[in-house]
């Protein structure tokens, strides 16, 4: 296994549509999804899209950790979605609190589907489906977006919530 290098908002990469992944089981993707799960811990993220590892490809990786499980959702162990759809189930709307790998130590407030679907294929070009809200919801949506080359700041409605994690923690904390 390995560390992949991510890349920065500003790359090509991440502005392009990936290509479907011919076939799930192939060797090479299985390698670079196990490199994308320890890319995606080894920066302590919640998920991580093969674009953001340089590779214009559909597929992402993605955990919700206790930390971020709320309401009742339970935490799910690190997973692989390939080749995903992501269909909103309800119009309700959830503002979300997000930040990315790709721009490191910045967080906005994104307006997100609260109940979603999801199906794509795991590693062994089988099927996965099933449904999502709160944190679990979020992450789908926004690990799918660069799929098709959005960055969150492109959903972003209010810029007032745009800003460096240290420098909204600093202003919570006026001691």
């Known amino acids: 296994m390995a560390l992949l290098k991510i890349a ?3 790359h090509p990469v991440l502005l392009r549509e990936a290509v479907a992944v011919a076939d799930p089981t192939a060797p090479e993707i299985v390698s670079l999804v196990s490199d994308m799960l320890e ?5 302590r993220g919640a998920g991580l899209a093969a674009p953001q590892v340089h590779r214009a490809l559909r597929l ?7 930390s971020r499980a709320a309401d009742g959702e339970a935490p799910i162990a ?3 979605l390939i080749n995903p759809t ?8 959830m503002n979300c609190t997000e930040g990315c790998l790709s721009l490191p130590a910045l967080r906005g407030l994104v307006p997100r589907f609260a109940h979603v679907g999801f199906e794509g294929q795991d590693l062994e070009g089988k099927t996965i ?6 944190f679990h919801a979020n992450v789908l ?5 660069h799929l098709d080359g959005i960055l969150y700041t492109m959903r972003m409605k209010d810029f007032s919530s ?12 006026p001691a």
């Open 162 to 173: 745009f800003g460096y994690v240290d420098e909204f923690t600093r202003a919570e904390d």
């Open 129 to 134: 489906s099933g449904e999502a809200r709160g």
């Open 78 to 80: 690190p997973r692989v």
């Open 60 to 66: 992402f990786v993605y955990h919700v950790p206790i």
């Open 39 to 43: 890319t995606m811990h080894d920066a």
């Open 141 to 145: 949506q926004h690990e799918n977006d």
């Open 8 to 10: 920065k908002m500003g």
């Open 86 to 93: 992501i269909t909103p189930l309800s119009d309700e709307m």
